[in-house]
């Protein structure tokens, strides 16, 4: 059975795109068969898939990049996701000079996740934190509250460390593992 795993965020600019790149690596360095979708108009994910990956016939992880923003496809995708066994990551970053952008719009899109009313498997994940900062768990609760859970793992900043593979590779396996993709 295909698991999905969609990366959904009300915002650009939440490294949903790099994640799922990141991701599709890690799954295929572990020998697993994953494909992926891309929602968003940029394309930046789906771009990368044609150009270097292979399409599976038979696929064990479909990973969605989705429009940063809440719209009627988001919504429909969401609930589709449901009848399939699947992981949804709503990934949070640093705000900057003190604002809780990336915090106040995770807590909408899990009010909105919330508000479909069927029962959804989904995860915060930090990213973009500090290589050598420690995961904020202040708004564990609130998070928990609405029916996500927290990942435990955090995920550097990806384009600022790509050349310490290892840490990133590391953690990246981590993630999955705690999502159950691994």
């Keep these: 059975m295909t698991i999905h795993v969609a990366l959904i965020s009300g915002k650009g600019g939440s490294n949903k795109?790099?994640?799922?790149?990141?991701?599709?690596k890690t799954l295929r360095q572990n020998d697993i068969n994953v494909w992926?979708?891309?929602?968003?108009?940029?394309?930046?994910?789906?771009?990368?898939?044609?150009?270097?990956?292979?399409?599976?016939?038979?696929?064990?992880?479909m990973i969605y990049d989705t429009l940063g923003a809440w719209t009627s496809v988001n919504r429909d995708f969401?609930?589709?996701l449901q009848n399939h066994q699947h992981v949804i990551i709503i990934p949070v970053g640093e705000s900057d000079d003190g604002c809780n952008d990336e915090y106040l719009e995770a807590i909408k899109m899990l009010e909105?996740?919330?508000?479909?009313?069927?029962?959804?498997?989904?995860?915060?994940?930090?990213?973009?934190?500090?290589?050598?900062?420690?995961?904020?768990?202040?708004d564990?609760?609130?998070?928990?509250?609405?029916?996500?859970?927290?990942?435990?793992?955090?995920?550097?900043?990806?384009?600022?460390?790509?050349?310490?593979?290892?840490?990133?590779?590391?953690?990246?396996?981590?993630?999955?593992?705690?999502?159950?993709?691994?």
């Design 78 to 80: 969401i609930k589709a």
């Design 17 to 24: 795109s790099t994640l799922c790149k990141c991701l599709h």
């Design 112 to 138: 909105r996740i919330k508000e479909l009313d069927g029962v959804f498997n989904v995860y915060v994940l930090y990213s973009s934190l500090h290589h050598a900062a420690k995961r904020p768990t202040k």
């Design 140 to 182: 564990d609760e609130t998070f928990n509250k609405l029916g996500a859970k927290v990942i435990n793992t955090f995920i550097p900043r990806l384009n600022k460390y790509k050349y310490q593979k290892i840490l990133k590779d590391k953690k990246l396996n981590e993630v999955l593992k705690e999502v159950g993709v691994l």
């Design 36 to 61: 992926g979708d891309d929602n968003d108009p940029q394309q930046h994910f789906m771009n990368y898939l044609n150009k270097n990956a292979i399409e599976p016939n038979q696929k064990d992880v």
